[in-house]
Structures are given as structure tokens and as C-alpha cells.
């Protein structure tokens, strides 16, 4: 099982393709790697060991037949936030405890009709967090050291890829959701330019801002799950009606030539000295393989975290008004409807998200509209007009991910002013709407640190090769822990 746990992705695939493994065999794995480290890391709200070896025997199937796609026999993890046919899907939250949904998201439809899950990866609730700490269903522990967080929302998922229960991840990218965690526990993770990947099956925090990711041990399979996920979806009016290319072309084609700017306003006293210090290390390593590098200003990234602030609640006061007991979900009986919504609310929703959806309400109410929400969308569009001034000097922006590494469990639960400056880094591209990757660029405290390369709308191309040889200036080797 050990050599099997330390191959990435595409070389797992390269192996099923040959016919020197079955995709059973590495389900077999992957369940077995889940039962072992499982109760120390909290990884995922439901494991599905039977459906993924039951899947798994399918796929072997059509592998002897031949034609099937290099990423369908690799064993996944899926963000419990997307929906999965057959199984449960809660958003770690108490209100959707029981919800079965009908349909596969469609992030998983190029899987064909039965994707190899290993399980539904824990989170914060409704993707609201940046810990997964928040989650109904206990918190995620970082496997680099399980008194720490392994960073939010898409910490079950981070967690999983990182401790080997399985080579890849779905996760999901509002604010920093699949990038901040991937920083905190050593692997790497995309959010892919909003409108990249259909958001058709993910239950909605920010539908403006949502985006749905791959979470991977490298660059080159990060690269194999985009080519999976992209494409447009005329069921989701927000997915881009834009060619999807092969990502794989030209990842190893380095940076020489390429114009690098290390974003000044990331690089300040408000981030970690050693987090300042790796991603200067490899901003160093993309100009010795040949890139230009200099600085670059965003000068409204001062303001991106109080405006994410009050955008994405304003827009889950919206979202989760849906979840009201009539239609599914949990329910808790009352005398009339609106003692009904009350009670179930107040059962069904934790803390966290009690407080954006008031936070929320009270942006977008009466008197209040123009003072915060309408202001905010102000400072958004700034936001996009600064990376627009600086993409046209510089193909690729670098700044760190986290503005620390993983922090002790429980360190900001009190305090969520705290736990929202874990964001300042990754707010400005959500912002902006453009991609942005997270690799591990070294160490600090002898935790991970997550180097943050930011591309134009629609470069992934171009921000993959970018982060491929960043990647190879770090020399961080992947190996399942703990």
C-alpha cells in the first residue's frame, strides 16, 4: 500500500492505463489509508469505502474495454458541499444532516457515471470558515501536526490529500477556501478563473464569488483534475461559453522570458516574517529559471477584506434563505410557519453562520444598501481595474497564500475578526474573479508555507507552467504524512 499512497495522480493513472494496477486495487488503498489515519484527522463527514470499490470494479470494466479518460480510475475526495448522487451531502451543517441529493454535480460529469469517491470531505459549515472548525461534525486536524488547523473551508479535503487517503481533491474557492488550506497543509490547490468550471450542484455561499477546484499533490495533477473539471455547462448561466484547452501542453516549457511581479501590498508587516521569507525565496527561484521579476502595487488589496466582508454575506443572506424546512432538510415542528423557520434555523444553522447571515440582512437592508453593499462593489471594481493595470505589465503576480501557517485549534475561534485576516492574501483575486494557484513553497516553524501565483482571466495555461516551475525552484517533495 505504501508505494502506492506515494504516487501522484497522473502517475497512479499511467499504471491503470498499463495495466499494472487495477482501479480496485488502488480504492482498496485509499479506503484502507482512511481506516488507519481516520480517527486522528477528522477528514470527512461520511466515508464511502463499499460505493467506491462497487465504482471501482466498473471502471476496471471499461478499462479492458478501453477508452476511458486518464482521470476517471484515480480515487477522489469531494467537498461536501457538492452534491453526489446516492450520498448524503450536508455542507457540514446539522441542517442538511440527512439531504440525499438526485444528481451529480457537474464538476464530476466527465468522471462518467460512476466517479471513484473515496468519500465527502469535512468543512466548514456552508463553506464558511477559515479552520474547519466550524463544521457540525467536529473539526479537521492538520496532519503536519494534529493540534493545528489544516486551514478552511476546504480543510477536510487539504487534510485528506495531504495524510494520502487519497491522491486528489475537489474542494471549493470563495475566498480562499481551496488555496488557503492547500498552503497550510503542503499540497497544492487551484481556484480556477470564476466561470471555468460549472457551479451547477454546488450548494451556493457566494454566487459571484463560488468556484469549484482541484486540490492535488502537484502541479501536474492539478493541471489532469482542471482538464476533468472545465468546460462550459448551459445549466449553469455563469460557466463561460469559453475553449477549454489542454493544460497539459507546455506545463514543462519553464518561465524564461515570463514577467513575474511580486505584489507589494501581500509582502507587508501583516504577514509572518517566514512566510515573507519563502515566498521571496521563490520569487528568487523564478528569475534564476529566467523570469523577469520586479514589484507590483494593488493598491485597493488594503480595502479587498472589508469588501469580501460584506459581498459574500450580503449574498449568503440570500442563498441560505432557501433552507427553511418546508421543502428538505432538517425540519422542527411548530406551531405555524413562521415559528417553523425560526426553530429550524435556529437548530439547523451553527454560529458562524448565524453571524453572516445577519451580517448579510443588515447590509442589504433598507437604509443601509448604499452605505455597505453598493460601496463595496465600488471597491470590487477597483480591485479589477488595479490587476487589470497590473497584468498589463506583468503576466504573473506572487504574493504569499496565508499570512501565517497553520495556527493551534481554538487560537481564533473566539475572536472571528482574527480568523478573517487568515483571508487578506486570497480575497483580492476572488474579488476580481481571475485564477490563482497555491504551492508549497517551503517551510516555516517546520510547517508548510503556501506560495500564492495569480494569472489574467482565462490564463491557466499560462499560470500552470508559471506554478510548475515554481514548484521545481521550491523542491518540496510530496510525501503522504503523517
Not at 141 to 158: L, Q
Not at 228 to 245: K, L, Y
Not at 262 to 282: F, H
Not at 450 to 471: I, K, N, S, Y
Request: glycine residues 12%; contains cysteine.
Amino acid at each position: 500500500m505504501e508505494g502506492l499512497l506515494n504516487l501522484t495522480a497522473r502517475e497512479l493513472s499511467g499504471k491503470i492505463g498499463a495495466g499494472e494496477l487495477s482501479v480496485r486495487e488502488a480504492a482498496e488503498a485509499a479506503n484502507a489509508r482512511v481506516e488507519e489515519v481516520e480517527g486522528d484527522l477528522n477528514s470527512f463527514v461520511t466515508t464511502t469505502p463499499e460505493l467506491a470499490l462497487t465504482r471501482a470494479g466498473r471502471v476496471d470494466e471499461r478499462v479492458r474495454n478501453g477508452g476511458v479518460k486518464p482521470w476517471e480510475g484515480v480515487p477522489l475526495v469531494v467537498k461536501d458541499v457538492l452534491s453526489t448522487r446516492g450520498v448524503r451531502t450536508t455542507c457540514g451543517s446539522k441542517i442538511l444532516e440527512d439531504f440525499t441529493p438526485l444528481y451529480d454535480a457537474s464538476a464530476l460529469r466527465s468522471f462518467g457515471e460512476s466517479p471513484v469517491m473515496v468519500g465527502k470531505s469535512n468543512m466548514d459549515e456552508f463553506a464558511m470558515g477559515s479552520s474547519t472548525e466550524n463544521s457540525a461534525y467536529g473539526p479537521t486536524r492538520n496532519p503536519w501536526d494534529t493540534n493545528r488547523v489544516p486551514g478552511g473551508s476546504s480543510g477536510g479535503s487539504a487534510a485528506a490529500v495531504a495524510a494520502g487517503e487519497g491522491w486528489w481533491a475537489l474542494g471549493t474557492d470563495t475566498g480562499g477556501s481551496v488555496r488557503q488550506p492547500a498552503a497550510l497543509c503542503g499540497i497544492v490547490g487551484l481556484k480556477p478563473t470564476y466561470g471555468r468550471v460549472s457551479r451547477y450542484g454546488l450548494i451556493s455561499f457566494g454566487s459571484s464569488l463560488d468556484c469549484i477546484g482541484p486540490m492535488t499533490r502537484d502541479v501536474r495533477d492539478c493541471a489532469l483534475l482542471l482538464q476533468a473539471t472545465a468546460g462550459h455547462d448551459p445549466r449553469d448561466s455563469t460557466s463561460a461559453n469559453v475553449e477549454v484547452p489542454d493544460y497539459l501542453a507546455g506545463l514543462e516549457d519553464g518561465v524564461e522570458g515570463l514577467r513575474v511581479g511580486v505584489v507589494t501590498e501581500l509582502m507587508d508587516e501583516r504577514i509572518d516574517a517566514g512566510v515573507r521569507e519563502v515566498t521571496s525565496k521563490v520569487a528568487a527561484g523564478l528569475e534564476a529559471a529566467g523570469a523577469e521579476v520586479g514589484e507590483v502595487n494593488l493598491p485597493h488589496a488594503y480595502y479587498a477584506l472589508e469588501a469580501y466582508y460584506i459581498i459574500a454575506p450580503a449574498e449568503v443572506s440570500s442563498n441560505l434563505a432557501r433552507f427553511d424546512g418546508v421543502r428538505y432538510g432538517l425540519r422542527v415542528p411548530a406551531d405555524g410557519v413562521h415559528e417553523m423557520y425560526r426553530k429550524t434555523r435556529e437548530a439547523g444553522f451553527g454560529a458562524e453562520a448565524k453571524r453572516r447571515i445577519m451580517l448579510g440582512t443588515y447590509a442589504l437592508s433598507s437604509g443601509y444598501y448604499d452605505a455597505y453593499y453598493a460601496q463595496a462593489q465600488k471597491v470590487r471594481t477597483k480591485i479589477i481595474e488595479d490587476f487589470r493595470g497590473a497584468f498589463s505589465r506583468y503576466d504573473v503576480l506572487v504574493s504569499p497564500t496565508s499570512p501565517s501557517v497553520a495556527f493551534e485549534i481554538g487560537a481564533k475561534t473566539d475572536d472571528p475578526l482574527a480568523m478573517y485576516l487568515q483571508d487578506i492574501c486570497a480575497v483580492p483575486a476572488s474579488l476580481a474573479g481571475v485564477p490563482a494557484i497555491s504551492i508549497p513553497g517551503g517551510l516555516s516553524e517546520g510547517l508548510p508555507v503556501g506560495v500564492q501565483l495569480m494569472g489574467d482571466h482565462f490564463t491557466e495555461p499560462m499560470l500552470l507552467r508559471a506554478a510548475r516551475a515554481a514548484e521545481q525552484a521550491a523542491n518540496f517533495r510530496f510525501s503522504p504524512r503523517p
